[in-house]
């Protein structure tokens, strides 16, 4: 059998029998094999025994709540993409959320196509991270990992050597929300004002957007952080 064949598996954790429902059918008649779990403790014990290929895990769960789900994950080495779906629309959730580790996050009431674009990109930035290919492309940007080349439009764009670091990093995790702190953490070693990483979005912009007032590739997720679109 060949391996595309083979059916993605996403648990789903949340201690709403409605949610699991809906999500079960929807996600089941896309092609993925469905596992559920009501709670945290339940949500640990599955990803042990079944081994999903993501998590979409509510962060309101009784007992172990979804925080602490991610901060064991990830605690004990586990790279599986964790989608955070929950009704907390503070920007403080987020933030935790994904500094913990989460790949991304959505907030209930969802769009099921939206679900299933991000739980898409998931699971190709964990391709990517697992060495596939050194060559981004999303619409007329590319940019070359291995050469360090990178196009807009096409014309070649020059960057700093700092603006390339920012672009890299956002390359490295297309699709995926990276906050404020880590990104400032993985540019700047973290001792530096995020007002100077918005001086830094902002160059990045004016240099691969075709308008930079509205931009398409690097979005802005208010509060939290940016995300650079991921190839369709």
């Known amino acids: 059998m060949k391996s595309e064949a083979i059916p993605r598996r996403v648990l789903v954790v949340d201690d709403e029998p409605p949610i699991r429902r809906f999500l079960r059918t929807s996600l089941s008649a896309q092609g993925y094999e469905v596992v559920e779990a009501e709670d945290g403790a339940g949500a640990l014990a599955e990803v042990r025994r079944r081994a999903p290929d993501l998590l979409v895990l509510d962060l309101g769960l009784p007992g172990v709540d979804g925080l602490e789900v991610i901060r064991r994950l990830r605690g004990d080495g586990a790279t599986l993409p964790i989608i955070v779906l929950s009704s907390r629309a503070d920007e403080a959730g987020k933030v935790e959320a994904l500094d913990l580790g989460a790949d991304d996050y959505v907030t209930k009431p969802f769009g099921m196509d939206e679900l299933l674009a991000r739980i898409r990109t998931a699971l190709r930035h964990r391709l990517q991270q697992q060495g596939e290919r050194p060559l981004f492309r999303s619409g007329a940007l590319s940019v070359d990992l291995v050469r360090r080349i990178v196009t807009a439009q096409g014309a070649d764009v020059k960057l700093s050597p700092r603006e390339y670091d ?34 830094y979005i902002r160059q990045l912009r004016q240099k691969i957007e075709p308008d930079p007032e509205r931009p398409h590739h690097i979005l802005t997720e208010t509060g939290v952080g940016y995300r650079l679109r991921a190839p369709e």
């Open 166 to 199: 920012l672009l890299r990093l956002l390359v490295a995790h297309a699709g995926k929300v990276l906050t404020h702190r880590f990104i400032l953490k993985e540019v700047w070693g973290g001792d530096t004002d995020v007002q100077y990483l918005r001086i």
